[in-house]
């Protein structure tokens, strides 16, 4: 009850709350997150005296500009507290063997669970990328790397490669909030509120680390959410509009993982979800010994979710259906998945909060 009224309290603090990597943490062999957090490049603690979203969230293309159905050349990847390869105190690098199977994690921020707050998105909420690189460069631009970078490291200038494309919903993470989606998350994927978290569950990039990644050395991961409004969904858009946030992070490489981190079934069943990898992306990342990941493994089990949800009055399509009479039924695509439902009551909820973090709750 405690936590449910601070979660409340805290969703009118946080009006247009966006996303960015929280922490970083190494996996165990059973999918249990194991050693010490890290952190960002600049991190600012939500609990540092000064915090606010602006501290952390970087948007692409920046606010003011003009057309934003584009991204100049000149936009640079990384926040400007996060060009250079320091840390701030209290949030240190994650150490992690070349090899190691990491987790990014995230909070939804109601991006997830309140998604007819933002008309015009995509199903998965965007596609989250993540690419790694050895050279990283003062004045990184998002053009030179995103969507250039390959998984077989050819693309763009060279210096890197992509590792890792997922779903910005992870299938799982909730924020509380009386949305059906978050509700129906609840149950399904319960866990013990802690000080973290709160009673809310994160969301996850589960990754690979290259196994050539040399030892003694910073590997540096560009995190990017690419969340763009298709044309025409919103007033002033006709042409849509690119939303992309990224956060930049460097690793000490201080060992090489074994060449059995990962073994299929190691995976333990029915571990606490406050510090679980995400099985399906985990064993995605089982075996694989080059940086070649998984490519093309965005996994199935968000469009299952969202097939489970468009019976809602509140759910992503509810926007769309304003014009449906009652009784109207209407047809929804979501990704592969086709679900049909009953328009029984024509209303658009005009949720204008998004629900936000509950960090620092006592749990
Ligand atoms: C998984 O392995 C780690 C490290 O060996 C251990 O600390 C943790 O308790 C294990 N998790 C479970 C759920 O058994
Ligand atoms: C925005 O930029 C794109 C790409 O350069 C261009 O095609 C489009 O016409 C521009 N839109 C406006 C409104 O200037
Ligand atoms: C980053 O490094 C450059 C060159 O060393 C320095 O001039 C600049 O002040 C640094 N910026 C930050 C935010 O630390
Ligand atoms: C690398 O990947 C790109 C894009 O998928 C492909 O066009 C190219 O042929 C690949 N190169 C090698 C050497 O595998
Ligand atoms: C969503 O809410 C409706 C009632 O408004 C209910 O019929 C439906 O089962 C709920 N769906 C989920 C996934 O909770």
Avoid at 70 to 78: G, M
Avoid at 205 to 220: E, F, I, M, R
Wanted: with cysteine.
């Amino acid at each position: 009850m405690f936590l449910q009224a601070l979660a409340t309290l805290s969703l009118v603090a946080c009006a247009s709350a966006h996303s960015w990597v929280e922490e970083i943490r190494v996996i165990a062999a059973n999918g249990t997150f194991t050693g010490a957090a890290g952190y960002a490049r600049g991190n600012y603690l939500r609990t540092a005296a000064g915090f606010s979203d602006l501290t952390m969230t970087y948007l692409i293309p920046p606010d003011g500009q003009a057309n934003v159905t584009v991204v100049y050349d000149s936009t640079k990847l990384c926040k400007d507290t996060q060009q250079n390869q320091t840390q701030t105190t209290g949030s240190p690098r994650l150490k992690a063997n070349a090899g190691d199977a990491i987790a990014l994690r995230y909070q939804e921020n109601g991006h997830v669970t309140l998604p007819w707050n933002q008309p015009g998105k995509p199903p998965n909420r965007g596609t989250v990328y993540v690419y790694g690189t050895t050279e990283p460069k003062v004045g990184e631009t998002l053009n030179d790397v995103h969507s250039v970078w390959n998984w077989n490291g050819t693309g763009g200038d060279g210096r890197g490669t992509l590792l890792s494309v997922q779903n910005f919903d992870d299938g799982r993470c909730y924020q509380i909030n009386t949305g059906n989606i978050s509700e129906y998350r609840q149950v399904k994927y319960p866990h013990e509120a802690n000080q973290l978290m709160g009673a809310d569950l994160w969301c996850q990039q589960d990754v690979q680390l290259p196994t050539t990644a040399p030892t003694g050395k910073l590997y540096t991961l560009y995190w990017v959410w690419d969340w763009p409004t298709r044309p025409s969904a919103t007033d002033g858009y006709p042409d849509g509009k690119k939303e992309l946030y990224t956060t930049c992070i460097d690793i000490d490489i201080v060992g090489q993982a074994s060449s059995k981190v990962q073994e299929t079934d190691d995976y333990t069943e029915g571990q606490s979800l406050d510090s679980a990898s995400i099985e399906s992306e985990f064993d995605d990342l089982e075996n694989e010994d080059t940086v070649q990941l998984s490519g093309t493994a965005v996994p199935t089990s968000t469009s299952m979710m969202q097939a489970e949800t468009t019976s809602s009055s509140a759910d992503p399509v509810s926007t769309q259906a304003t014009s449906e009479s009652a009784g109207t039924t209407v047809t929804v695509t979501v990704g592969a998945v086709t679900a049909w439902r009953t328009v029984t009551e024509v209303q658009v909820r005009t949720v204008t909060i998004d629900s936000c973090q509950t960090t620092g709750v006592a749990g």
